[in-house]
């Protein structure tokens, strides 16, 4: 995520992420609208889409709240061990649903 800038008279940045950060991003009501088109003679990376902010709502503000929403979302959650043990059971009980009875055919 860049720093904001205007373009066209409406406030916009750059943000590259995996794509369901880019859908919640964009479904802000802060955002106007993003481009998937990249600048003139330079091939789009992956996942990268200008931004344009809500003229309705402080540019500088509305970056810096979906920047900080951002970074929140991106930290690791710390579990008590009551819910890793649950976890746990619940994947192997799905790896086994999967893998488990002989699906594959091998003895």
């Not at 061990?81 to 699906?103: H, I, M, S």
Request: aromatic share 12%; net charge negative; with cysteine.
């Amino acid at each position: 995520m860049v720093e904001p800038h205007q373009e066209q008279g409406i406030w916009c940045f750059w943000l590259t992420a995996d794509l369901p950060v880019l859908q919640f991003v964009t479904h802000l009501s802060c955002v106007l609208n993003v481009a998937y088109m990249p600048p003139p003679f330079l091939t789009r990376p992956q996942a990268r889409i200008l931004v344009r902010i809500n003229p309705r709502y402080d540019p500088q503000e509305a970056w810096l709240w979906i920047y900080e929403q951002l970074e929140r979302e991106s930290l690791p959650v710390e579990l008590n061990a009551v819910w890793e043990t649950a976890l746990d059971l619940a994947c192997a009980d799905d790896q086994d649903r999967l893998f488990g009875d002989n699906l594959w055919g091998n003895d």
